[in-house]
C-alpha cells in the first residue's frame, strides 16, 4: 500500500515502535556472537505479516543474524527523520524512490548489482547523483481494472490486455461509457489526479535527473485541462467534491464505473474476492502508464563494522531472494511486484485468473526520473495553488495561467537550495 494510505497511529505507540530501534553505534552481538540489526518499515497489517515472514525467511537462512523489527504505522518518515536526529537510527530503513533524496545523507551507499533485476528502473530508482544508496526490493506499479458488463452494454470493445491505449483513446472511451444521472450515473472512469495522469500523456513534474521543473508544460496544461472537462458536469468522471470520502473500488464493484486507472497491486485481494470477480478484467493503464513506486532497503551510515555487513546483507536477501520475492504477493494480500525475474511466476500465479502480467510490463512503461529532496515542500505547494486556483479543485483561472506561475515557484525553490539533489 502507498505510503499515503497508511493508517495514523496514536503518538505512543510510535514513540514505542521508534524505541525498539537499535541505535547504530551500540553494542550489535548477543549471546553467541549473534549480529543483531533493526529494521524500520511501514505497512497495514497483511504488509507487515509480509514482511515479517520474509524477515523470518532471512533469519533461517542466516542464524547469525537477529533482525529486530519496526513496524511503524503512521508518519512514517517524520518519525524516522526523529530516530536518526537522535541517535537511534535503525540500522536498516524502508525508503521509497520518491523520498530517498531526502534521507541520502542518513545513507551508507549501497552495493547494487543492476544485472540483478530484469528492468533498469529499479537499480536506476535507488539512485542519487549517481551513486545508489538502497536496495530495491518491491515495485508498486499501476494498472487499469475495467468492468467488462458495462463495455458490453455500452457495445464498447474491451480494451487491449497487453498493449495501452493512447490517452486520448482512453478519453473519448470513457465518454461512450458514462451514462444516467444523480446517484445512478455510470461514469467512465474514476478521477484522475494531476501527477499520474501528467505521466500517462509523456510528461513529468521533474526533467530526467531533477534539476528543472516542467509542471508548467504544454503536457501539463493539456493535462490539466483534460481532468477539468473530465469532471465537469457533462464530463466521465466524478467530481472533485462527488468523489471525496468515497472509495472507487467500490463504485467499480456495484457498476458506477467502467475504468479504474491508478489501480494498485494492493486491489489485488480485493478483486479476487468479489463473487463476480469474472466480470472485471486488468489492463495496462493509458499512454506512458501512472507514476510506480520503488521501495528500496537502505542502511544507517552510522552502521559500522559486523552491523553494516550483516544489513547489506538483510538488504540484498530480501531484494534477490526468490523465495522472500515469491512472500511479496499470495492469494489473500500484495505488498507488491517482485523485483527479480524468478518471482514473477510465482506473482503471476497469485490470481491466475486476472492479467497480473500487466503490473509486470508496467515496470517498463513509465521513465523513473530523479526526485529532488525539496520535493515535499515543492508538492505540497504546487497542489495547494492547483486546487484553490484552477476546476481541478474549487477555483476558476486557467490552467495555462497559473501552471507557468507555478513552474517558476517550483525552479526558485530548487534553485534557492542549489538546484537538484
Aim: net charge neutral; charged share 15%; proline share 5%.
Amino acid at each position: 500500500m502507498k505510503k499515503r494510505s497508511l493508517v495514523l497511529a496514536t503518538t505512543a505507540a510510535a514513540t514505542l515502535a521508534l524505541a525498539g530501534c537499535t541505535a547504530s553505534g551500540s553494542s550489535t552481538t548477543g549471546s553467541g556472537g549473534k549480529v543483531t540489526i533493526s529494521f524500520a518499515h511501514w505497512g497495514n497489517n497483511e504488509e507487515n505479516a509480509t514482511l515479517k515472514a520474509m524477515v523470518a525467511l532471512f533469519e533461517k537462512a542466516n542464524p547469525d543474524i537477529a533482525v529486530q523489527s519496526n513496524w511503524i504505522q503512521g508518519d512514517y518518515e517524520q518519525k524516522l527523520q526523529t530516530s536518526i536526529a537522535g541517535g537511534s537510527a535503525p540500522t536498516v530503513a524502508q525508503i521509497s524512490n520518491t523520498s530517498l533524496p531526502g534521507f541520502v545523507g542518513a545513507f551508507r551507499k549501497a552495493d547494487v548489482r543492476p544485472s540483478d533485476f530484469y528492468s533498469a528502473n529499479l537499480a536506476r530508482s535507488m539512485s542519487v547523483g549517481g551513486t545508489y544508496y538502497a536496495t530495491p526490493f518491491v515495485v508498486k506499479t499501476k494498472a487499469m481494472a475495467v468492468n467488462k458488463k458495462i463495455f458490453q452494454k455500452a457495445g464498447v470493445p474491451l480494451p487491449a490486455a497487453n498493449t495501452p491505449m493512447t490517452t486520448d483513446q482512453f478519453a473519448t472511451i470513457a465518454a461512450k461509457l458514462t451514462s444516467g444521472s444523480g446517484k445512478s450515473e455510470v461514469f467512465g472512469s474514476a478521477p484522475l489526479w494531476f501527477q499520474g495522469w501528467l505521466t500517462a500523456e509523456g510528461g513529468s513534474f521533474y526533467n530526467a535527473d531533477g534539476t528543472r521543473c516542467t509542471n508548467g508544460s504544454a503536457v501539463a496544461v493539456k493535462t490539466a485541462d483534460l481532468i477539468i472537462r473530465a469532471q465537469s458536469s457533462n464530463g466521465f468522471t466524478p467530481s472533485y467534491l462527488g468523489a471525496q470520502g468515497q472509495d472507487m473500488f467500490d463504485w467499480l464493484s456495484i457498476g458506477r464505473l467502467a475504468m479504474q486507472p491508478d489501480f494498485g497491486p494492493w486491489n489485488i485481494a480485493q478483486l479476487v474476492s468479489l463473487s463476480n470477480s469474472a466480470d472485471y478484467a486488468l489492463v495496462p493503464d493509458p499512454g506512458r502508464g501512472e507514476p510506480m513506486e520503488i521501495d528500496g532497503l537502505a542502511v544507517s551510515k552510522t552502521a559500522a563494522g559486523a552491523q553494516a555487513a550483516a544489513a547489506q546483507k538483510f538488504a540484498t536477501f530480501m531484494a534477490t531472494d526468490t523465495a522472500a520475492q515469491q512472500r511479496l504477493t499470495t492469494k489473500t494480500s500484495s505488498l507488491g511486484v517482485p523485483v527479480v525475474k524468478a518471482a514473477v511466476s510465482s506473482f503471476e500465479a497469485a490470481a491466475p485468473s486476472l492479467n497480473l502480467k500487466v503490473f509486470i510490463d508496467a515496470v517498463d512503461q513509465s521513465t523513473v526520473t530523479a526526485t529532488p529532496k525539496q520535493d515535499p515542500q515543492i508538492q505540497s505547494t504546487f497542489n495547494n495553488e492547483l486546487f484553490s486556483r484552477t476546476a481541478i479543485g474549487s477555483g476558476h483561472d486557467k490552467p495555462a495561467t497559473v501552471l507557468p506561475q507555478l513552474q517558476q515557484e517550483c525552479q526558485k525553490t530548487l534553485d534557492s537550495a542549489g538546484a537538484g539533489q
